[in-house]
Nanobody, 124 residues
Framework: QVHLVESGGGLVQAGGSLRLSCAAS????????MGWFRQAPGKEREFVSA????????SYADSVKGRFTISRDNAKNTVYLEMNSLKPEDTAIYYC?????????????????WGQGTQVTVSS
């Protein structure tokens, strides 16, 4: 069992930055692949970014490439999502997820554990 708690969301103007954190507790955090997903009102949940347990592999959605950076600190059981050059279309609830395996999965079905989400609102 892995318990995930996201933080760092908020309201920011377009062009601004936010840093999301996801604190994990439970089974060995270092063996998990961690992902970030988001869901905007009226839309399906979509993949944002993922990182393998060793941080040796990352993946990003095309819409955030070059603007978002995922990282993790296994000593702190925490994964981060640094979001820069934010756009109004980045507005969504952002969810942290944990899954097994050595691949930075992009599919939500590959993740077993999910956090409660944190709201990110980007104003124009």
């Amino acid at each position: 069992q892995v318990h995930l708690v996201e933080s760092g969301g908020g309201l920011v103007q377009a062009g601004g930055s936010l840093r999301l954190s996801c604190a994990a507790s439970g089974r060995t955090f270092g063996s998990t692949t961690m992902g970030w997903f988001r869901q905007a009102p009226g839309k399906e949940r979509e993949f944002v970014s993922a990182i393998t347990w060793s941080a040796g592999s990352t993946s990003y959605a095309d819409s955030v490439k070059g603007r978002f950076t995922i990282s993790r600190d296994n000593a702190k059981n925490t994964v981060y999502l640094e979001m820069n050059s934010l756009k109004p279309e980045d507005t969504a609830i952002y969810y942290c997820a944990a899954g097994g395996g050595p691949i930075a999965w992009t599919r939500a079905t590959m993740y077993t554990y999910w956090g409660q989400g944190t709201q990110v609102t980007v104003s124009s």
